[in-house]
C-alpha cells in the first residue's frame, strides 16, 4: 500500500515537471533524516519517512527538513506532543503553550502545512496560521484525517496547471485545502448528502467539490441542493462554488437567495453579484437590506459601476442608504465627486446632520463640487458646529471654494 502510494506520487511528480522547472525530486534524504532522529530522539511517521528516503528532501513545494521547525514560534523539542487543536483559538491555549510543538513544518508560508510527529495525531497533517493559531484537520470525503501521501498528491494537484487558482474572496489555496475535504467528485457528493454529516463535514464536503477543477452533473446538483442547506456557512460556500462552476448561469442561481434569512450569505451574495454587470438590479435590492453591511457593501458596489444621475438620486432616497452612517459617507462622497451642482441642496442638507461624521463628509464633498454657491452655508455651520474636526473641514473648504472672509 506505502509502496504504491508513493509510485503514485512519484509518477505525479514527474508529470508536473514542466510545472516545477523540471525539479521533481529533493536532496538526497538519509542523512538528513538520520540526524533530524538522532538529535530530536523520535522517528519520523512512515509515509512522510519513506517518502523523504526515496523522492528526497525538499521536494517541490516542501520544506527541507533542516527548516523543520518554521510552523513554531520558539524552540520546542519534536518528542513533544502536539497540543493543535482546530476547536481552539490563539486565547485557549496556555501562556507557556507552544501548540504546533511536535510538528514538521512542511510548506513555507503561513498557513502552514504541518506533519505530527509527537501525540494523540501523530501522522495527521494540519494546516496552522502563526498569527491566531487558527488550525484545522486535513481530511477525506469520510471526514478521516489523512497523512502525509494523500496530502501531497492534493496538494501537487492544488498545483497542477489546471487547479483552480486563487480568486478575490477563496482565500489561498493553502486555507482551501485545509477547509475542504479530499476525495472524488462521487465522494464528496456522498459525503454531502450523508444525513450523519453534520454543518461542519458538510461545508468541507461543498469546499471539496468547489476545489475540483470542473464538475459533472452529479456535483453541481449537490452544491444547487447545500444552497438550501440549514446552516449558513454551508449556504455561503455552495453559492460560492456555483458561482465558480456555472459561470453566467450562476446569476439566476444566486438572484434566489437575495432573501436569504442570514446577513452572512446575502453579505456573500454583493460579493459574488457585484462581478457581474447584469448583477446591478440584485445589487439594487440588496441596498434595502436590513443589515448594515449587507447595505454598504451593495452601494458600493453599485457606485463602483457606472452610476447615472437617476441612479444617484433614486439611492439618495433610499431609508437604507440614509439609517446606516458609513453607506451614507459612500454616497455623499459619490455626489460630490460627481462636480454636479444638482447635488448641492442635498449636501448643504447634510451639513445639519446629527452625526458629526455625516457632517464633515459632507463638508469635504461640497469642496469636491467647487461651487461658491455653498458658501453662505458654509459659513453659518462654521460659526455653529460643536464638533472641532468637522469645523476644521469647513474651514477648509471655504478657503478651497475661496469663499469670501465674513465681514
Known sequence: MLEDRLTALEAKLDALAPRFEGRTRGEPGQGAVAALEQAQGVRLPEEYRAFLLRVGDGAPGLLPLARWGEALLDEA???APCL?????GHGDYGDDDEPAQGTIALTPGSPHAVLVVSGERRGQVLYVDLDDYWSEVVEDAR???VGF???YAAWLDASGPSAPGDAPGRGSAARRLAEGLLGSEDELVAALGDPRADARRRRKAVVGLDERGSLGPAGLAALDRACEDPDPTVRRAALRGLDRHRGPEAL????TRVGDPSPLVRRELVRLIAAAPEGRPLLRALVDDDD???VQSALGALLRGETTADALADLLARDSVRRVPDARGLLLHALGDTADPRWLPA???FLEHEHAPTRLIAAVALRALGSTDACARLEQRRRIEPAEHVR?????????????EPA
Open 149 to 151: 501521501a494523500t496530502w
Open 347 to 349: 449636501l448643504l442638507g
Open 392 to 404: 476644521t473641514a469647513i474651514e477648509r473648504t471655504l478657503g478651497a471654494l475661496g469663499c469670501p
Open 252 to 255: 439566476e442561481r444566486l438572484a
Open 143 to 145: 471526514g478521516e484525517p
Open 77 to 79: 523539542p519534536l518528542r
Open 292 to 294: 448594515p453591511a449587507v
Open 84 to 88: 493543535l487543536d482546530p476547536a481552539k
